[in-house]
């Protein structure tokens, strides 16, 4: 009897302890799922995203062709971006897509130049040059089209000291239909050719004879109507300062027209700009660019006729030909002629250059680049000949 008492008595006081352990891990059960319920509304309260907008995405793409810029202009900023893109709601605006990139490269070079003049010394040159580039994008529609800006900061240097930066693009478009363009800021004449020596090439380090006609950054207002493969342009230029001139008041005008295919492309280009200055002529110039792409294989060209401002006439002609060996590595191979004749001296140019680039992942870039020139210098002046040669290196992101 006793027996049977002191196991009633043990039942009752496990079920007793039982019950008090329920009872405490339902307390503590209870209170984790309030503070829960607490950081579920905070989160709730706290949005993602701007008012007005329901999504944000960050993601990798191809950066963006800016309607109104041209093939070469685009070009320049292409490859892989980070795109981050931001959706209304529905009584909101409209949303809107910024993206960047960009990369850091280092330039082991060496150049020579012989003034060819006999018992004087060349003048040679070994540097490492750095680089660092940033590329921004941003756009957005709106309730007229989209409009948007293109921002591109960049440093240069070499040896000790700090990287001079400057911003060599700064343009704006409004896309006014899906067709017809209004843009302006500071980037490269739409009258350039973006064919040839100087507009195809990879050219990190060359690319610095005289055998092509750029009229390089300026301050402009530019039109543009492309339709499919054809695009036409007009731009307003500040002419101020156009090689060397001192700076005034005047203007200039830019076009072009342009078709770019699949395996063929090409375009006239021309450019006009008033001086201002008795002392200096009038700059013009008209060119054609062609280019054909049949891989592995692509062939660009350029040609054109024009005046400095100086009153030389000049001509010149020059083409790129690029093979990809394999999918990591590519080489390029150049050569231009340029003559002037008028005031001063006639002067004959002749230059090639060449280029092998290895390029195992979209980051990474690799290459030896080459370039000779050689200055036919009519009359008393002796010819010149210069060469330069460096190893590349470029981190992209």
Not at 20 to 38: G, R
């Amino acid at each position: 009897m006793k027996m049977i008492k002191m196991a009633l008595l043990g039942g009752a006081a496990l079920a007793v302890s039982t019950a008090a352990a329920s009872a405490d891990d339902l307390t503590a059960l209870k209170a984790q799922i309030e503070s829960l319920n607490a950081r579920v509304a905070s989160m709730e309260a706290a949005p993602a995203v701007p008012a007005g907008y329901s999504l944000l995405s960050v993601s990798d793409g191809q950066a963006y062709n800016v309607p109104g810029m041209t093939a070469d202009e685009n070009r320049s900023f292409s490859g892989e971006a980070t795109v981050i893109s931001v959706l209304p709601t529905a009584d909101a605006p409209a949303g809107a897509t910024i993206e960047w990139n960009g990369y850091v490269r280092a330039i082991l070079g060496y150049s020579n130049f012989d003034d060819g003049v006999a018992g004087t010394s060349d003048d040679e040159d070994l540097d490492i040059l750095a680089r660092g580039r940033l590329n921004m994008t941003a756009r957005t529609d709106t309730a007229v089209g989209e409009v948007g800006v293109r921002l591109r900061i960049e440093g240069n240097g070499s040896g000790v000291g700090d990287l001079f930066t400057d911003m060599p693009v700064a343009w704006g478009w409004w896309a006014m239909t899906p067709e017809l363009t209004l843009g302006g800021g500071y980037q490269g004449s739409v009258g350039s050719i973006g064919f040839g020596y100087d507009g195809a090439c990879t050219c990190h380090f060359i690319d610095n004879a005289n055998v092509y006609d750029q009229e390089g950054d300026t301050t402009q207002m530019r039109l543009t109507y492309a339709s499919g493969p054809l695009e036409f342009a007009v731009a307003l230029e500040d002419a101020s300062n156009t090689e060397g001139v001192p700076a005034g008041d005047q203007l200039g005008v830019a076009g072009h027209v342009a078709y770019t295919g699949d395996t063929f492309s090409g375009s006239i280009d021309g450019v006009w700009r008033d001086t201002g200055n008795a002392v200096f002529s009038d700059y013009w110039h008209a060119g054609l660019g062609l280019a054909f792409s049949l891989d592995p294989f692509s062939l660009s060209m350029a040609g054109g006729i024009g005046q400095n401002t100086v009153n030389q006439d000049f001509m010149f002609v020059n083409a790129l030909a690029s093979i990809n060996l394999s999918d990591e590595i590519h080489a390029e191979l150049g050569a231009g002629w340029k003559s002037f004749d008028g005031a001063g001296p006639d002067q004959d140019r002749f230059a090639v250059m060449g280029g092998l680039y290895y390029v195992p992942v979209s980051q990474l870039t690799i290459g030896v680049e080459a370039e000779y020139e050689n200055v036919d210098n009519a009359g008393a002046a002796a010819d010149t000949d210069q060469f330069w040669a460096g190893l590349v290196t470029v981190y992209s992101f």
